[in-house]
């Protein structure tokens, strides 16, 4: 496709975007493939390399960097990297697919201001911090001072949620579920299935 879109989904850690995303990609009509990033930091439990994640060491990821073979990166929390590969993009394209990003929010709207014309930019805001810190815990992969830390950065992203296209409040899954459908279906065009 040579009009091939790409769809941000940013958000505080825990405010569950990934979990949106997920659905998302479930549904074929929208034709969206995941971009996955690369990363400095190590697996989770679960975690797969070359499908959540291009898990690189530091060293590795400092020299793509060097390389320029990101669009963006940043260093989200301390020696932990993550940045989105040039050719992760060009391979969703080729594929004739849109881009979807479950990124954070200095990435996403670096994504934004690369690609104006083509980027749909979505907020996925939690509702309240307190609720946000109550799923972290309950989520149990991170220990009390890495939960600390997303807390107190989730206050700063929520700062910059007006500069996104549109924000979903996600306090009612199901409700924010569909939001995001609808949003993402109307962006791409897609033809909705028939019940
Ligand atoms: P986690 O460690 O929970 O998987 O991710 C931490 C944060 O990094 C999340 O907000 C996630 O969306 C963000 N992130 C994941 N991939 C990228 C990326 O390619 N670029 C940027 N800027 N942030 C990312």
């Given at each position: 496709m040579d009009e091939g879109k790409l769809i941000v989904f940013s958000a505080?850690?825990?405010?569950?975007k990934t979990t949106i995303v997920r659905h998302l990609l479930r549904?074929?009509?929208?034709?969206l493939d995941f971009s996955i990033s690369a990363t400095s930091r190590s697996p989770r439990e679960n975690e797969v390399d070359g499908k959540d994640y291009y898990f690189l060491s530091l060293s590795d990821f400092k020299q793509k960097i060097k390389n320029d073979e990101f669009l963006e990166w940043e260093?989200?929390?301390?020696?932990?990297f993550y940045g989105t590969l040039k050719s992760e993009v060009e391979r969703i394209w080729k594929e004739g697919k849109h881009v979807i990003f479950d990124i954070d929010v200095v990435g996403g709207l670096d994504i934004k201001n690369i690609y104006p014309e083509r980027t749909l930019a979505v907020f996925v805001k939690p509702p309240s911090i307190e609720e946000l810190k109550i799923r972290l815990k309950k989520r149990k992969t991170e220990t009390d001072d890495k939960i600390n830390m997303r807390v107190a950065k989730a206050s700063i992203e929520l700062a910059?949620?007006?500069?996104?296209?549109f924000i979903i409040e996600n306090k009612h899954l199901g409700t924010a579920l569909k939001e995001a459908y609808n949003l993402v279906s109307e962006y791409v065009g897609a033809e909705k299935p028939s019940e």
């Open positions: 505080p850690s825990g405010s569950g549904n074929p009509e929208l034709k260093e989200v929390y301390r020696d932990n910059t949620a007006p500069q996104f296209d």
